[in-house]
Nanobody, 120 residues
Framework: QVQLVESEGGLVQAGGSLRLSCAAS????????MGWYRQTPGKQRELVAV????????NYADSVEGRFTISRDNAKNTVYLQMNSLKLEDTAVYYC?????????????WGKGTLITISS
């Protein structure tokens, strides 16, 4: 079983910064990708950023490119999301996700989510 524990979000002023972390524990495959998604009421969950294991290929949503940076510590099975120049529209519940190869299939695991509110 895999567990993902996210750091707490919170209230941040527009233009400010916040760093999220997500630690994975349990049966972690060596072939995986960890990422952050976000969701607001009435909308589908959307990708924010993802980073692969190994050489750490990254991918970002256009809306956060240049403002957010995803990184990971493979030894700790932890992924980070540094969020700078936060905007009102970044307000959402942020979820950590682990996508990994397990034998002949793949599995997705999700954190419980953490609320980030950006204030003007």
């Amino acid at each position: 079983q895999v567990q993902l524990v996210e750091s707490e979000g919170g209230l941040v002023q527009a233009g400010g910064s916040l760093r999220l972390s997500c630690a994975a524990s349990g049966s972690i495959s060596g072939i995986n990708a960890m990422g952050w998604y976000r969701q607001t009421p009435g909308k589908q969950r959307e990708l924010v950023a993802v980073i692969t294991s190994g050489i750490g290929v990254t991918n970002y949503a256009d809306s956060v490119e240049g403002r957010f940076t995803i990184s990971r510590d493979n030894a700790k099975n932890t992924v980070y999301l540094q969020m700078n120049s936060l905007k009102l529209e970044d307000t959402a519940v942020y979820y950590c996700k682990l996508h990994q190869v397990e034998g002949l299939t793949t599995m997705d695991y999700w954190g419980k989510g953490t609320l980030i509110t950006i204030s003007s």
